[in-house]
């Protein structure tokens, strides 16, 4: 089946430690977002990427990183600066990011924890 | 970006039609309109999108006014599994790549 795999579902995080989280798309998606949602909140665009080995912050990148090293691929690692990363994380892919018609597919999310 | 303003709650009866309306009364001419849902703790889910003509999927009917500054989406007969946050969203075309903002959309509650 086509779609989008994230994992672990959840995953807990103890002070000062860096964690990654999965993205992995076979829709053969050219761009691929990460999404931030708190609770009885929308979502916040943390990074995205159009293309291989480029990406872009989105409104709240501080204390994120990422890589697109391949097509299918799109880690995000939230780091010991980030305050306050307990929150509910969704990845995305869409065919190229900038279609008139652009149709965003979403994973299944990964919660993260503070311990 | 256009904003979105929308009801926080909504109720609807299981087989009735479920009208959830979406303002956008600042909407500029190169935005879209699109509507995603979110059931509870999982990834939102696409349900339909327009410019300025009515549309209509499988999923959901999309009615936008004449002067686009407000929309709403129908499910025609809903069921119990369409309880869900519903999300109105407008974004640009522009050539560029452009991100979706969500709001705190609408959560709909269908009950028996």
């Known amino acids: 089946d086509g779609g989008i795999t994230q994992s672990p579902k959840y995953l807990f995080r103890k002070e000062g430690q860096n964690v990654t989280l999965s993205c992995e798309q076979n829709?053969?998606?050219?761009?691929m977002y990460w999404y931030r949602q708190d609770p009885g909140q929308g979502l916040r665009l943390i990074y995205y990427s159009q293309i291989v080995n480029d990406f872009q912050k989105g409104d709240i990148a501080e204390g994120y990183s990422v890589s697109r090293e391949k097509k299918e691929s799109f880690p995000l690692t939230v780091t010991s600066a980030q305050k306050n990363p307990t929150a509910f994380y969704l990845c995305?892919?869409?065919?190229?990011?900038?279609?008139?018609?652009?149709?965003?597919?979403f994973g299944p999310g990964t919660r993260l924890l503070v311990l | 970006d256009a904003k979105t303003t929308q009801p926080p709650s909504m109720d609807c009866a299981e087989g009735r039609a479920a009208n959830l309306p979406c303002n956008h009364s600042t909407i500029s001419g190169n935005e879209y309109v699109y509507w995603y849902r979110q059931i509870h703790s999982q990834g939102p889910q696409y349900i339909i999108h327009?410019?300025?003509n009515n549309e209509t999927n499988e999923m959901a009917s999309l009615i936008i006014t004449e002067d686009r500054k407000s929309s709403t989406l129908i499910l025609p007969h809903a069921t119990l599994r369409d309880t869900a946050v519903y999300y109105c969203?407008?974004?640009?075309?522009?050539?560029?790549?452009?991100?979706?903002?969500f709001g705190t959309g609408t959560r709909l509650q269908v009950t028996l």
């Open positions: 969203i407008v974004r640009p075309y522009t050539g560029t790549a452009s991100k979706l903002t």
């Open positions: 829709l053969n998606h050219d761009a």
């Open positions: 327009g410019l300025k």
């Open positions: 995305a892919s869409s065919t190229s990011g900038t279609g008139i018609h652009e149709t965003q597919y």
